[in-house]
T-cell receptor
Framework: AQKVTQAQTEISVVEKEDVTLDCVYE???????LFWYKQPPSGELVFLIR????DEQNEISGRYSWNFQKSTSSFNFTITASQVVDSAVYFCALLLDSNYQLIWGAGTKLIIKP | ETGVTQSPTHLIKTRGQQVTLRCSSQ?????VSWYQQALGQGPQFIFQ???????GRGNFPPRFSGLQFPNYSSELNVNALELDDSALYLC????????????FGNGTRLTVT
């Protein structure tokens, strides 16, 4: 069965703290893709990153970084020096090569307090 | 570059009625997909259209149907509305490759009473 688990329902930190959002996925497919999307209060989901199953290199984009570990089936997302504008719901999603349907986690609501 | 636009933004319907939601895809995008997002949950895939043909469907009953037009805009139709259909309906467009990032609209908030 395919599944994405975001165990942290809500995280609240003070501005400038670092925060990591966890994502654990399940699949038996060998080829798959992992995504992170951000959903601010306006409702529009915004694409952040895509990773394929053959590329375990970690990625850094400004204050954002992603740690992909196939050994633990995890694709965690870290925000360094968080800002109030980072407040949103963050979703992790899994796309299988076999049916190309996105499977979404339940999301983690991130609250950054000033 | 025009983004994905959805209309209406909010809608209130009565159980048993029918509803049509509309979506204009981002310019240059030929694939449109629809998602249902219940409060506090992740989006659930309804279906996808590529060049006016449905090419993927999630676990939704036939009363959820759609269309894609030659200009790649799209409609989602829901017949015989049920209370559980109350949700945010999101439209996303992409360039057609299954792994392409999705570009979402702001959604239509449907309330069924």
């Amino acid at each position: 069965a395919q599944k994405v688990t975001q165990a942290q329902t809500e995280i609240s930190v003070v501005e400038k703290e670092d925060v990591t959002l966890d994502c654990v996925y399940e699949t038996r497919d060998t080829t798959y893709y992992l995504f992170w999307y951000k959903q601010p209060p306006s409702g529009e989901l915004v694409f952040l990153i895509r990773r394929n199953s053959f590329d375990e290199q970690n990625e850094i984009s400004g204050r954002y970084s992603w740690n992909f570990q196939k050994s633990t089936s995890s694709f965690n997302f870290t925000i360094t020096a968080s800002q109030v504008v980072d407040s949103a719901v963050y979703f992790c999603a899994l796309l299988l090569d076999s049916n190309y349907q996105l499977i979404w986690g339940a999301g983690t609501k991130l609250i950054i307090k000033p | 570059e025009t983004g994905v636009t959805q209309s209406p933004t909010h809608l209130i319907k009565t159980r048993g009625q029918q509803v049509t939601l509309r979506c204009s895809s981002q310019s240059g995008h030929n694939t449109v997909s629809w998602y249902q997002q219940a409060l506090g949950q992740g989006p659930q895939f309804i279906f996808q259209y590529y060049r006016e043909e449905e090419n993927g469907r999630g676990n939704f009953p036939p009363r959820f149907s759609g269309l894609q037009f030659p200009n790649y805009s799209s409609e989602l139709n829901v017949n015989a509305l049920e209370l559980d259909d109350s949700a945010l309906y999101l439209c996303a467009s992409s360039l057609g490759l299954p792994t392409s990032p999705l570009h979402f609209g702001n959604g239509t908030r449907l309330t069924v009473t």
